[in-house]
């Protein structure tokens, strides 16, 4: 067995409640330090690259999807278990050829995959959730893994609504996906979906030739992974109510309904592996109304191994109310600052689909309060992302859609808004 990291669980909130308040708002940070080290045995692994080969992908696409896969298989280290699947409207093992089991890495394997991914050609049509489904199968022969797939694709999803659904419902929290979505013809929506059902993330690689360096940069993320499935255990008092668990950094992840009951007042939420690593999440419990001076365990939150039951780090989250408005009115910073990141990602979203139906009124003053709020923040890039998209008259303040729009400037800020950038320091 290899080092295990050290995990440290810390609460950011302010506890004091005005009597007639009802919601306790806590920044639940979780990192981990420490873990493998190259004298140490690394945890064993299991890894499916999936690359869209349907006809779309034809000339240019094709051939950096091949360097990119195969980029991919020599990013990983020795004895990982590994798989590569072609996608059209169907799902194929192109290798190892024929075999429905992962095989070792190593360099034989290596130069085998790399012969297999070179005879990759583009045709037929696009059905992710068969993708999936196979990855899905494969990778389940390694329970104990920490298992990862990765997927990329250039078009829309062929399959309908209900069956995509159906088969992410099926395989959510049976293994991490990351996707990545080229060229201009593909929907963020739809690896959205992937991303929120596998704990996963989603990007648009704007240009071609960068796509190996993605595909190096997630499977080395994967391969630093070292404990395989934890979960945040939350539990609230009978007369509470939990409203939501969500992801807030690095990326922003609804788990609320991921709920797997432990007990009537206790759920876990998957979190997925983890390697070195910080990683942060709010919480919302709504409590009864109590007297003045009161204080009470409004949550109590441990990060746990759901198949040991071990506590590997845990924390309170506290309510006592006040008549001092002082105390009661005041932020926490964290709090603010990720509900602030949460509502800037909604107002894009808003935005972007008010404008693709052309409701302008809507677009317009959704994206131009997206825009302030971004440069409030500190996101400057996503700042600038969407000045390309609406026009603010700095003068009068009054905003416009701009009319010519870059289609890649729209997926950048379409994906991009899920990123969150952390607090500043004091100082900084």
Same mark, same amino acid.
Request: hydrophobic share 40%.
């Given at each position: 067995m290899g080092e295990q990291p050290t995990f440290t669980l810390t609460i950011d909130q302010n506890k004091y409640l005005?009597?007639? &308040?009802?919601? /306790?708002?806590? *920044?639940? @940070?979780?990192? +981990?330090?420490? %873990?493998?080290?190259?004298?140490?045995?690394?945890?064993? &692994?299991?890894? /499916?690259?999936? *690359?869209? @080969?349907?006809? +779309?992908?034809? %000339?240019?696409?094709?051939?950096?999807?091949?360097?990119? &896969?195969?980029?991919?298989v020599h990013t990983l280290r020795d004895g990982v278990y590994f798989a590569v699947i072609a996608g059209t409207e169907r799902a194929k093992v192109v290798y190892p050829g024929g075999n429905t089991n992962l095989v070792k890495a190593s360099p034989a394997t290596r130069a085998e995959a790399e012969?297999?991914?070179?005879?990759?050609?583009?045709?037929?049509?696009?059905?992710?959730?068969?993708?999936?489904?196979?990855?899905?199968?494969?990778?389940?022969?390694?329970?104990?893994?920490?298992?990862?797939?990765?997927?990329?694709?250039?078009?829309?999803?062929?399959?309908?609504?209900?069956?995509?659904a159906s088969v992410l419902a099926g395989w959510s929290g049976k293994f991490v996906c990351d996707?990545?979505?080229?060229?201009?013809?593909?929907?963020?929506a739809e690896l959205r979906k992937v991303a929120e059902a596998m704990l996963g993330s989603f990007d648009y690689v704007r240009n071609q030739g960068d796509?190996?360096?993605?595909?190096?940069?997630?499977?080395?993320?994967?391969?630093?992974k070292t404990v395989a499935e934890l979960a945040l255990r939350v539990w609230v008092p009978q007369t509470a109510t939990l409203k939501f668990v969500k992801q807030v950094s690095p990326t922003l992840l609804d788990l609320t309904g991921k709920r797997t009951d432990v007990n009537p007042l206790t759920g876990d939420y998957p979190t997925g592996s983890w390697g070195t690593e910080e990683?942060?999440?709010?919480?919302?419990v709504e409590v009864p109304p109590g007297q003045i001076g009161h204080e009470i365990r409004a949550g109590w939150v441990k990060l746990v191994r759901p198949d040991t039951q071990e506590v590997l780090a845990s924390g309170n989250v506290l309510a006592q109310w006040t008549d001092d408005l002082a105390q009661s009115t005041r932020i926490n910073g964290k709090v603010a600052h990720y509900t602030g990141q949460a509502e800037l990602h909604e107002l894009i979203q808003d935005g972007l689909s008010a404008r693709a139906m052309g409701d302008v009124d809507t677009a317009t003053a959704r994206l131009a309060k997206a825009q302030q709020l971004a440069a409030q923040s500190g996101r400057e890039d996503t700042a600038r992302l969407l000045e390309k998209v609406v026009e603010v008259d700095p003068a009068t303040g009054t905003a416009r859609l701009r009319r010519n729009v870059d289609k890649a400037d729209e997926l950048e800020l379409d994906t991009g808004s899920v990123r969150t950038s952390r607090l500043r320091k004091e100082g900084n």
């Open positions: 005005s009597t007639d &308040a009802r919601d /306790v708002h806590a *920044i639940l @940070t979780v990192s +981990s330090t420490g %873990g493998v080290t190259t004298q140490s045995v690394a945890a064993e &692994a299991a890894e /499916v690259i999936i *690359i869209d @080969t349907s006809g +779309s992908m034809s %000339g240019s696409k094709i051939r950096e999807a091949r360097q990119a &896969a195969t980029t991919a012969r297999a991914i070179s005879r990759l050609s583009a045709h037929g049509g696009t059905a992710m959730g068969e993708w999936l489904k196979l990855a899905g199968h494969l990778l389940s022969a390694h329970p104990s893994a920490i298992r990862h797939a990765l997927l990329m694709t250039d078009g829309q999803n062929n399959e309908r609504p209900e069956v995509f996707s990545l979505g080229i060229g201009e013809d593909w929907v963020p796509l190996s360096e993605f595909f190096r940069r997630l499977t080395q993320t994967s391969m630093s990683r942060e999440y709010h919480i919302c």
